[in-house]
C-alpha cells in the first residue's frame, strides 16, 4: 500500500471513529437525563405519598416519624414498580433543619456520630445539586422539606462521555504519532537514500581525478599543482565517506582532538585564501592538554567543525573581520567555540538554525547545522547551542564533549 494511501485510510478511520464516539455520546448524555427525569419522579412521588398519608389519613398514632408512617410510603412507593422503597439519595428535614428522615438504610448499623456527620456532608451536597430549593412537604400544622441527589450510579454515568473523549484522545494521538513518526522515516529513508547515492557517484569522478593527477605529476613543473589537486581529490573522497555513513551508526573511538582540529583549520584556511575572502583571519586558540582524548569519528567530527567554519565565513559576507577558533577543557567536558563577527542571529532564530531547511543563502538546502547537531548529540553524546549573537556583531556556536576514558577503562 502506498504511503498517501495508508495515511488517507488512517484519516478515515479516524473519522468514522469520532463519528461512532460522538454518537455514541449523545446517546448516552440522553440516557442519563431519561435516568435524571426517572429519578426526579420517583423522588417527588415520594413526596406526594409522604404528604398524602399525614394530610389524608388524618391517623393520630402515624405520626411523621413512625415507622407506620414509613411502612405505608414505602408499601405506595413499591407498589409503582421501584426496586426498592427509595432508591435514590434524600433527607428530609424540618423548619428548623433538623434532619427527620433519610434513605440512607446501610448508615443505621453506623455509630451516632459519624452517622450525623455523614449525613450532614450529603445534606450539603444535596442543597447545592437542588440549588437551594428542595421540594416541600405540606403537612398539617407544619413544613417539611425533602432534599436528594443523583445515585452513584448515575452519577457514574455521567461521566462516562468524558472518559469516552480521553480514550478517542488518546487514541487519536497514538494515531497520529504513528503516522508522524512513520512520515519520519520514510523521508529519514529518503535522505539516506539520496545520501548514499551522491556517494556513489561521486565514487566515478573521483577515480578519474586521481588519474589525471597522476598524468599532471608526471609532466615538467605540474608536481606542485598535483598535489594540490590531490588534496582536494582526498577530500572528495573524505566527503563521499560522510554521505555513505548517513543512515548507520559509525564506529567512534578514543581520539586527540587538538590534531583533528589541526586539520580542519588548514583545510579551510588554505581554502580562504585567493577565494575573494583574504581579509577573514582565522584565530585558532588550542588550549587542550596534550593527549587530550574524547570518544569521536574522525570523518563526523571534522564534518562538524566545516560546517561551523564554513557557517562562519558566510555568516562574513564578505567583511573584513576574526573567526575564532578555540578549545579548552572545562572540569571534565571539552568546549570548542567558533565565533565570527558577522551579521549574526536574530533571538527568535537561535533554535530554527538547527532545523532542516533553515537557511539564509540563496543556494542550500539547509542542511549543514541540522546534521552537525545529530552528529554532536546523538552520536558523540554532547551539545551543540548558540551560546550568543547580535546583529551586525558577529555569532558564538559552543560544542561540548564527554572526554573519553582511558584506554584501560574502555
Known amino acids: 500500500m502506498r504511503p498517501t494511501i495508508r495515511f488517507r485510510f488512517v484519516y478515515l478511520l479516524l473519522l468514522l471513529a469520532l463519528l461512532i464516539v460522538s454518537g455514541a455520546i449523545w446517546y448516552s448524555h440522553r440516557l442519563v437525563q431519561r435516568l435524571a427525569d426517572k429519578e426526579e419522579r420517583l423522588v417527588r412521588f415520594w413526596a406526594a405519598s409522604y404528604e398524602f398519608l399525614f394530610t389524608e389519613l388524618q391517623d393520630t398514632t402515624h405520626t411523621a416519624t413512625s415507622p407506620e408512617a414509613s411502612f405505608l410510603v414505602n408499601k405506595l412507593i413499591l407498589q409503582q414498580g421501584a426496586e426498592r422503597p427509595l432508591s435514590v439519595p434524600a433527607i428530609v428535614v424540618d423548619e428548623r433543619g433538623q434532619i427527620v428522615t433519610h434513605s440512607f438504610d446501610q448508615l443505621e448499623t453506623v455509630d451516632e456520630p459519624s452517622r450525623q456527620a455523614r449525613l450532614q456532608a450529603e445534606l450539603a451536597d444535596m442543597r447545592q445539586y437542588t440549588q437551594g430549593r428542595p421540594i416541600v412537604i405540606e403537612l398539617p400544622g407544619s413544613r417539611q422539606y425533602l432534599y436528594y441527589r443523583e445515585t452513584d450510579e448515575l452519577r457514574a454515568l455521567r461521566s462516562y462521555p468524558y472518559l469516552m473523549l480521553g480514550v478517542l484522545g ?97 583545510y579551510i584556511r588554505s581554502r580562504v585564501g585567493g577565494s575573494g575572502r583574504a581579509r577573514v583571519r582565522f584565530d585558532y586558540e588550542d588550549r587542550l592538554p596534550a593527549g587530550c582524548q574524547a570518544l569521536l569519528n574522525a570523518t563526523l567530527f571534522h564534518w562538524v567543525i566545516e560546517n561551523l567554519l564554513k557557517n562562519a565565513l558566510d555568516a562574513m559576507a564578505g567583511r573584513s573581520g576574526v573567526i575564532s577558533l578555540r578549545a579548552w577543557l572545562k572540569q571534565h567536558t571539552l568546549c570548542i567555540e567558533v565565533e565570527d563577527q558577522g551579521r549574526g542571529i536574530p533571538a527568535s532564530k537561535k533554535k530554527t538554525v538547527f532545523k532542516p531547511g533553515y537557511t539564509t543563502k540563496k543556494r542550500g538546502w539547509g542542511l549543514g547545522l541540522s546534521l552537525a547537531r545529530r552528529i554532536v548529540q546523538r552520536f558523540f553524546g554532547g551539545k551543540i547551542y548558540v551560546l550568543h549573537s547580535e546583529p551586525d556583531k558577529g555569532t558564538v556556536f559552543r560544542i561540548e564533549l564527554p572526554l573519553a576514558h582511558e584506554p584501560s577503562e574502555i
Open 170 to 266: 488518546l487514541f487519536m494521538a497514538m494515531v497520529l504519532g504513528y503516522l508522524w513518526v512513520s512520515q519520519r522515516s520514510l523521508q529519514n529513508k529518503l535522505w539516506v537514500g539520496l545520501a548514499r547515492e551522491t556517494a556513489h557517484q561521486l565514487g566515478t569522478p573521483i577515480s578519474g581525478l586521481m588519474a589525471w593527477t597522476e598524468l599532471l605529476r608526471q609532466q615538467p613543473d605540474g608536481a606542485a599543482l598535483a598535489d594540490e589537486m590531490d588534496r582536494d581529490v582526498q577530500h572528495l573522497q573524505v566527503i563521499a565517506e560522510r554521505f555513505s555513513k548517513i543512515g548507520s551508526d559509525p564506529k567512534l573511538e578514543p581520539l586527540v582532538v587538538g590534531p583533528l582540529l589541526d586539520n580542519s583549520v588548514e
